[in-house]
């Protein structure tokens, strides 16, 4: 993202430069264009087939050379309203900071506006307000400016050829092939022209779509921030207005509706906030946003504790109801702790853990958690990523466990199921039924399915008898012993939530089935 | 059409231009100006890819003056071909007598 740092450092002159390089270039390439006929073969000088395929060729090439002259003149003509915009930018910057600095307030390289009066007092409300405006001007400026540059940046892209698109909905195995066979810059100019399709085709590597979706997120942060600032504008308008009389107290539910607003956009805006905070933080094992669509059902994201395509441990962790975007980081904890109790399981290997909140959960209890539709939409998503997996990862196979607490258990019985689900372990905890009445009707190796349930989860509520026609309404209960599954152990007093407690045995199974290894009974 | 006809020196003229223009296309400065423009913008895309775009442009003049100077080659072997049957079936014509 650009600072005020590096708009200041940015150089109309230099640009002035290309821009004379380019004129140039344009000039010998049509110099040579005007030449070129005399490389034709004229037709009085020589004819029959081969006469004809060498003039063919000619021809070609010559309109290569054409175009090439053409795209260099188009990047002369583009520099030039781009050296307007560069020079624009710049002076308004140079306005900003004048107006901060007389007000007394210091522009830092990175955009921070820091109160220089405010120092030696305790901040004023007005002084506040004043901050947050240069804060937005800054905002706003910086947004230009990145346009100026990725406007810069396509004009120059002008003689690539084209990268050619994966084949649309091909399996993730294709889409690594495809993703494998692309030259280097052809990567890059994808990425950069496509972040929403690089950022979430199964198959491609775990850094690339984790580049790509840090893009989108610092653009949804933007346009968060810039919502947000709409929204508080209006508030303030029409609170003014209504406190000065300008406006009658039949406003007053429109000015209610606007601060309800406006709290939603603090806490959407926190929420991807918290998400670039977790992103960059310092950890033991790198964090990558696999997948992020904040505006897809009620937000999906997929981030990574370690890098799947080559660890030797891979565990996807699929939560249950209410799980989206805005509950990430309890996923990403929970996350954390079975990728810390896998190490301790086999210290010598390494283990990524996959917070997939990459599905529509259902959002209630009642009615939505009772019904299966949740699951069935979200099979082929899980079905695709776990593919994925496999097909970006590197080296010698890894170990691919897919856990599931409580609905999120329904969604991967429900994705074994009905077709093929790429990984070598199956662990449903805490779970209301996976779809099917016992363990063959997942169609997995024999032991390779595990489940727990605590003698005090009220999970059990689902399978018991009393709920009348709803009982096992999302199929049997797989810590049965009757269903088939090797089940595990968990403390018979915990609650719903309390299997990643570090005391509760079914905590230390998750590190020994992710690792290879088997549970405490 | 059948058959052929051929001026193998015009030939020769017009490949030793192409290789003249093979030769003149790689050597127009498009990276330099690609890099002043990158160096131009610095913290932005622009900058980051910098290299990556003046290659790209390298590599496309370079293209066409490496089939400009395929075109050259074959155009020049074409004309020595010929040239050395013209002077073969000449030769052995020039033997014919009665």
């Known amino acids: 993202?650009?600072?005020?740092?590096?708009?200041?450092?940015?150089?109309?002159?230099?640009?002035?430069?290309?821009?004379?390089?380019?004129?140039?270039?344009?000039?010998?390439?049509?110099?040579?264009?005007?030449?070129?006929?005399?490389?034709?073969?004229?037709?009085?000088?020589?004819?029959?087939?081969?006469?004809?395929?060498?003039?063919?060729?000619?021809?070609?090439?010559?309109?290569?050379?054409?175009?090439?002259?053409?795209?260099?003149?188009?990047?002369?003509?583009?520099?030039?309203?781009?050296?307007?915009?560069?020079?624009?930018?710049?002076?308004?910057?140079?306005?900003?900071?004048?107006?901060?600095?007389?007000?007394?307030?210091?522009?830092?390289?990175?955009?921070?506006?820091?109160?220089?009066?405010?120092?030696?007092?305790?901040?004023?409300?007005?002084?506040?307000?004043?901050?947050?405006?240069?804060?937005?001007?800054?905002?706003?400026?910086?947004?230009?400016?990145?346009?100026?540059?990725?406007?810069?940046?396509?004009?120059?892209?002008?003689?690539?050829?084209?990268?050619?698109?994966?084949?649309?909905?091909?399996?993730?195995?294709?889409?690594?092939?495809?993703?494998?066979?692309?030259?280097?810059?052809?990567?890059?100019?994808?990425?950069?022209?496509?972040?929403?399709?690089?950022?979430?085709?199964?198959?491609?590597?775990?850094?690339?779509?984790?580049?790509?979706?840090?893009?989108?997120?610092?653009?949804?942060?933007?346009?968060?921030?810039?919502?947000?600032?709409?929204?508080?504008?209006?508030?303030?308008?029409?609170?003014?207005?209504?406190?000065?009389?300008?406006?009658?107290?039949?406003q007053i539910p429109r000015r209610d509706a606007l601060a309800a607003q406006l709290g939603q956009a603090d806490a959407h805006l926190a929420v991807l906030r918290g998400l670039q905070n977790r992103l960059?933080?310092?950890?033991?094992?790198?964090?990558?946003?696999?997948?992020?669509?904040?505006?897809?059902?009620?937000?999906?994201?997929?981030?990574?504790?370690?890098?799947?395509?080559?660890?030797?441990?891979?565990?996807?962790?699929?939560?249950?109801?209410?799980?989206?975007?805005?509950?990430?980081?309890?996923?990403?904890?929970?996350?954390?702790?079975?990728?810390?109790?896998?190490?301790?399981?086999?210290?010598?290997?390494?283990?990524?853990?996959?917070?997939?909140?990459?599905?529509?959960?259902?959002?209630?209890?009642?009615?939505?958690?009772?019904?299966?539709?949740?699951?069935?939409?979200?099979?082929?998503?899980?079905?695709?990523?776990?593919?994925?997996?496999?097909?970006a990862h590197t080296g010698p196979a890894s170990r691919n466990t897919v856990v599931g607490h409580s609905y999120g258990s329904t969604v991967i019985g429900h994705t074994a199921r009905d077709g093929p689900l790429d990984a070598d372990a199956l662990v449903f905890v805490g779970s209301p039924g996976v779809g099917v009445d016992d363990v063959r009707g997942l169609h997995r190796p024999p032991g390779t399915v595990y489940s727990t349930t605590g003698a005090a989860d009220p999970i059990e509520i689902t399978h018991s008898p009393v709920l009348g026609p709803v009982d096992d309404a999302l199929g049997a209960d797989p810590s049965d012993p009757r269903f088939g599954a090797r089940v595990f152990l968990a403390d018979p007093g915990g609650g719903h939530n309390d299997y990643w407690n570090r005391g509760n045995p079914a905590f230390s199974s998750f590190g020994l089935i992710a690792t290879g290894h088997q549970p405490v009974p | 059409m059948d058959g052929f006809g051929v001026s193998a020196p015009r030939l020769q003229d017009v490949a030793r231009v192409a290789a003249a223009a093979a030769d003149e296309v790689p050597a127009v400065q498009i990276g330099a100006a690609v890099r002043a423009a990158a160096a131009a913008l610095p913290g932005g895309l622009t900058a980051a890819a910098g290299e990556t775009l003046a290659g790209g442009w390298t590599a496309s003049c370079a293209a066409v003056g490496a089939a400009l100077s395929a075109q050259s080659g074959a155009l020049a072997v074409a004309a020595a071909a010929y040239g050395a049957v013209d002077a073969e079936v000449g030769a052995a014509l020039e033997g014919v007598r009665c």
């Open chain 1, 280 to 391: 960059v933080a310092a950890g033991p094992r790198p964090t990558l946003l696999l997948g992020f669509a904040p505006d897809v059902g009620n937000g999906r994201v997929i981030v990574a504790l370690g890098n799947p395509d080559t660890a030797a441990n891979v565990v996807t962790f699929v939560p249950g109801t209410a799980a989206r975007l805005a509950s990430i980081s309890g996923e990403l904890g929970r996350a954390e702790a079975m990728a810390d109790v896998a190490q301790s399981s086999a210290p010598a290997q390494t283990t990524a853990v996959i917070a997939w909140n990459g599905y529509d959960a259902p959002q209630s209890i009642l009615p939505d958690a009772a019904q299966v539709r949740f699951a069935d939409a979200a099979e082929p998503l899980l079905r695709s990523f776990q593919s994925g997996l496999r097909a």
């Open chain 1, 1 to 250: 993202m650009l600072t005020p740092a590096d708009v200041r450092r940015w150089d109309p002159f230099r640009m002035a430069e290309a821009l004379r390089a380019f004129g140039t270039a344009a000039d010998q390439l049509g110099g040579l264009d005007a030449d070129l006929p005399a490389a034709r073969p004229g037709d009085a000088d020589w004819q029959g087939a081969a006469a004809e395929r060498a003039r063919a060729a000619h021809d070609r090439i010559a309109d290569q050379l054409r175009t090439l002259g053409e795209e260099a003149g188009e990047v002369r003509r583009g520099l030039g309203r781009a050296i307007d915009a560069v020079v624009a930018v710049r002076a308004e910057l140079a306005t900003v900071e004048g107006f901060a600095a007389a007000g007394g307030y210091a522009i830092g390289d990175d955009g921070t506006v820091t109160d220089m009066l405010g120092q030696a007092r305790p901040p004023q409300a007005g002084r506040l307000v004043e901050s947050a405006l240069f804060t937005g001007q800054l905002r706003q400026l910086l947004d230009r400016a990145a346009d100026v540059d990725a406007d810069v940046h396509v004009l120059l892209r002008i003689a690539d050829p084209p990268v050619p698109a994966p084949v649309a909905g091909g399996p993730p195995v294709a889409v690594a092939a495809w993703w494998n066979g692309l030259p280097t810059p052809a990567q890059e100019r994808f990425v950069a022209d496509h972040p929403d399709q690089a950022g979430t085709l199964d198959g491609l590597p775990a850094i690339v779509r984790d580049t790509a979706n840090r893009r989108r997120l610092v653009a949804a942060i933007t346009e968060a921030q810039v919502t947000r600032l709409a929204t508080a504008e209006q508030l303030n308008a029409l609170s003014d207005a209504i406190d000065h009389g300008r406006q009658g107290m039949d």
